[in-house]
């Protein structure tokens, strides 16, 4: 029989994943000989042995890869024959792996979870249990190559059976770099308020505080979470009390998926996805009746849950079955993820802090997600996904860094085709989130070591993440670019659907910058990662005020009637009106008249709140979108009327008008139709109004394909709704998937537009 030998390259997420040894192991059950190594593209294999052992080798290595891997591609070549005589894992060059990537952290497996569990393994309930296939990895590795002298693990030196462990490429921790035990590795400690150390088993005794009701810092893989006992209305109110956080949905962690359906409706791909060895937080839709305190999602058919994803999360859940777990942070600042400055930073919210000695180099919060037709859709795309690159499919040599916008917001940096999307930063409205903003830019630059060459920033003057890119640009006299944010808000979506040519691009949401200075928000564009041009827009209407007018959403909701119903507005017969503040209106009402402080908006956003605050659902919010948010949380289901909004045909540009809408709207709450029909009428009227558009868009330009991105994206029936119709008029609908459609996706939406603009 003659043997063959051929030179295999692998490409995509191949390494610091166990891809090695998976290699190794499988060559040596087809009785294949010769080398696998790491470089600077993926994984490379110089193989020999029976053609078919070959063959059978690689099928069985697509079929089963390692977990955490993604194959992208498979090149194979034959060589002469070269006669090896056993097979081996070459180590690499540090200069090439310098350009490899790191695999984002991963949840326990289920070999570690049993070895955890096992009272006879000698990881018995250690907290640091991990492998090959999981645990830590992008937030506790200071610099590339992946490798224990790189990663805050420096500081412990591996005992014998460790080492042992770690040098066998038979062994599941072949090169698992926080490779670690009860002897030589990381140990818990529980702090009370004032950092002090008590005496005791640090994880009984939380569990013991917890229910008590205490509420503890809880130190997990990117940064802490403020935990406390899911069934305890008290210690939640205490929690939200002490984090001045009334309303905002907090996040669950239960101990399986069997606890999770107790309370919540769960179907396989959210199954799927919730057990994924990512972790994220996954919405889903709540019970009728459930046990759960009212007060973890007010106002909120869904309920975040998460499955534990470290060993000492399973140890917690193990002894309360569900927690509270939100991010551990004062209302509007980053996540704490430091020992030093947690107890500072907590003061005031945390009884207890249950910490460990092993560093977060790098924060990363809990990434957020659901499913949408059939498929997950990130909504804050961190932990478990972030550093993983997504693939642009055009690629500039030019590295690329692009500052995203100002609400959840995000960095991104390019190299090629490889768009690094940052981990979730936030509101860069503050000092520490411009800090955290700072670090993560500096990090990621040199982690990767790819020093941008082009600068890209939104439009808007005034964002701090426009001003720190410009400073920035101008200290490494570098090129900068700005860009408008609806249309970076579509260019996100064509890479998320890796489209190249032009779109219907419909950008909806709350605030983006105009080049006409106005405040945009519900656009109608055609777009390609290149160029857009405006093609519709929400009629403009005053914004009096600015910012406040976000807070407050009755005072868009007088803004909508004064213009549509003029000074009469007054005597209109609806609650809303009755209970108008005269004195604040009056106000807001010379501002309008006497054009001041008052720019142009055309926000899809802002018209939620305008229709929320008149049903009497919500006038002042504590969260952002919370407004729009329990508008859509009322609505009755499977609707089928709907309000028209009317389209003024213009030469350029049409204008969508809402007047008709809101006359409707204050009519049926005259005839009192209930909330739930109202909020849904508006709900498929907007997804009508998208179809209504996009049809007259195609009949000018004959173009077929609508994106659908924007912070009001996140409305699930808006974009089920939209989607649905669309699709019945012909059209192929992209929605997002992989990055947000909110602001998170602005910085990746900025880079592809600088990587086409700067092709040629
Ligand atoms: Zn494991
Ligand atoms: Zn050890």
Avoid at 34 to 56: A, C, H
Avoid at 339 to 362: K, T
Avoid at 706 to 735: D, H, M, P, W
Wanted: proline share 5%; net charge neutral.
């Amino acid at each position: 029989m003659d043997k063959e030998r051929r030179k295999i390259e692998i490409k995509g997420i191949v390494q610091g994943v166990g891809f090695r040894p998976t290699v190794y192991r499988l060559a040596n059950e087809y009785n294949l000989k010769g080398i696998v190594f790491n470089d600077s593209k993926g994984v490379t294999l110089d193989i020999e042995g029976d053609p078919e052992n070959i063959n059978s080798f690689l099928e069985e290595l697509k079929k089963n890869p390692p977990p955490l891997s993604n194959i992208e591609e498979i090149k194979s070549e034959k060589l002469p024959i070269k006669d090896f005589h056993e097979f081996k894992i070459i180590e690499s060059e540090e200069s090439e792996e310098k350009t490899t990537l790191v695999s984002p952290d991963i949840s326990t497996c289920e070999d570690c979870k049993g070895e955890f569990l096992n009272p006879k393994d000698r990881r018995y309930l250690y907290p640091f249990i991990n492998c090959t296939n999981c645990g830590p990895r992008f937030t506790i590795t200071e610099e590339l190559p992946y490798d224990r002298r790189n990663t805050t693990m420096k500081n412990f030196e591996m005992c014998e059976k460790c080492r042992t462990e770690y040098e066998n490429p038979d062994n599941r921790r072949f090169h698992a770099q926080p490779n670690a035990c009860s002897d030589c590795g990381p140990h818990l400690e529980l702090l009370d308020s004032e950092g002090k150390k008590q005496r005791g088993n640090p994880i009984n005794k939380a569990i013991k505080l917890l229910k008590k009701g205490k509420i503890i810092a809880v130190k997990g893989l990117g940064g802490f979470h403020l935990a406390c006992n899911a069934k305890d209305i008290k210690a939640i109110q205490t929690l939200r009390e002490r984090k001045m956080r009334p309303y905002k949905p907090l996040a669950l962690m239960a101990k399986d998926l069997k606890v999770i359906s107790e309370f919540v409706h769960i179907r396989d791909k959210e199954k799927e996805l919730t057990s994924s060895p990512r972790a994220p937080i996954v919405l889903l839709k709540k019970k009728e009746k459930n046990i759960l305190p009212d007060n973890i999602a007010p106002n909120n058919n869904f309920l975040g849950f998460m499955l534990p994803y470290t060993p000492l999360h399973i140890l917690l859940l193990e002894n309360l079955e569900v927690l509270v777990m939100t991010s551990g942070n004062k209302r509007d600042e980053p996540i704490a993820f430091d020992n030093q400055d947690v107890v500072l930073r907590l003061e005031g919210i945390a009884d207890y802090f249950l910490v460990h000695n092993r560093d977060i180099w790098i924060q990363a919060d809990d990434s957020i997600a659901r499913i949408a037709d059939d498929k997950p859709l990130l909504l804050r795309r961190s932990r478990g996904y972030s550093p993983q690159p997504i693939r642009c499919p055009i690629g500039n040599e030019k590295k690329i860094i692009g500052f995203g916008a100002h609400k959840h917001n995000t960095f991104t940096i390019s190299r090629e085709d490889e768009i690094f999307v940052s981990h979730y930063i936030g509101e860069t409205d503050n000092i520490e989130t411009i800090k955290a903003f700072e670090r993560g830019i500096k990090h990621f630059i040199n982690f990767f070591d790819i020093p941008p060459d082009i600068a890209v920033v939104d439009l808007h003057p005034e964002y701090q993440a426009t001003k720190f890119g410009k400073k920035w640009a101008f200290e490494n006299s570098k090129p900068l670019i700005e860009v408008q944010h609806h249309h970076a808000h579509i260019a996100s979506c064509l890479l998320d659907n890796k489209i190249e040519e032009k779109v219907i691009g419909v950008a909806w949401d709350g605030t983006g910058y105009g080049t006409d200075g106005n405040i945009w928000g519900g656009e109608f564009l055609i777009a390609d990662l290149e160029e857009y041009e405006r093609k519709a827009h929400l009629q403009y209407i005053p914004l009096p005020g600015g910012d406040i007018t976000v807070k407050e959403p009755w005072r868009m909701g007088a803004v909508y009637l004064y213009d549509i119903f003029g000074k009469g507005f007054s005597r209109l017969d609806i609650d809303f009106v009755k209970a108008l503040d005269k004195k604040k209106w009056y106000v807001i009402q010379n501002m309008i008249d006497k054009r001041v402080n008052s720019p142009f908006t055309s926000s899809v956003g802002r018209l939620f709140d305008a229709v929320s605050s008149i049903l009497g659902i919500r006038s002042f919010i504590n969260y952002q979108g919370q407004a729009a948010i329990e508008l859509e949380m009322i609505a009755k289901e499977n609707g089928e009327e709907f309000y028209k909004f009317d389209i003024i045909k213009g030469i350029k540009t049409h204008i969508v008008e809402p007047k008709k809408v809101i006359e409707s709207i204050v009519d049926d709450i005259k005839k009192e139709i209930p909330k739930e029909s109202i909020s849904s009428k508006f709900h498929i009227g907007l997804a009508e109004l998208i179809v209504d558009v996009s049809v007259l868009l195609r009949e000018e330009t004959r173009i077929n394909k609508v994106c659908l991105s924007g912070g009001v994206f996140q409305n699930i029936i808006l974009r089920n709704e939209a989607t649905k119709r669309l699709r019945k008029e012909n059209f192929k609908v992209y929605n997002h998937n992989k990055l947000p459609p909110n602001d998170g996706g602005i910085s990746a939406g900025q880079v592809a537009i600088a990587m086409k603009r700067f092709k040629k």
